[in-house]
């Protein structure tokens, strides 16, 4: 699975999608919390992606610059983040707003008259 990442999977999984997924769902959960709007994840998971790479290469020697493993680090961040981001707003909307939305799953709500 080295197309995943330069170290392996295991480390692939730990640092990247245990302790950066982590990382990333709880910006995203944090902007949604503040209200800000959605745009402003992908320039903040750009900078946690290049910190995961960082640790990449400073613990296990990994390759620091390429476009390749960054972009991988990036997408799964992004997913981590967007998935935190979606679920506290749904949160938000369904407490905030309970007359007007119902929670139709984790991720979703809709209009209480429809």
Known sequence: MTWLS???????????????????FLGGRGLARSWKPFGRIFFYIALLAAAVRFFHYAL??????????YLVVYIV???AASL????MRTTQMVTQ????YERTSPLT?????A
């Not at 330069?6 to 990333?24: C, E, P, S």
């Not at 707003?97 to 007007?100: C, E, N």
């Not at 709500?109 to 008259?113: I, L, M, Q």
């Open 60 to 69: 296990f020697d990994g390759e620091l610059l390429s476009l390749y493993y």
């Open 77 to 79: 961040l992004l997913a």
């Open 84 to 87: 935190g981001f979606r679920f």
């Open 6 to 24: 330069d170290d392996g999977f295991r480390v692939f999984l730990a640092l990247t999608v245990i302790l950066g997924g982590g990382a990333a």
């Open 97 to 100: 707003y309970r007359w007007l």
């Open 109 to 113: 709500w809709r209009d209480r008259g």
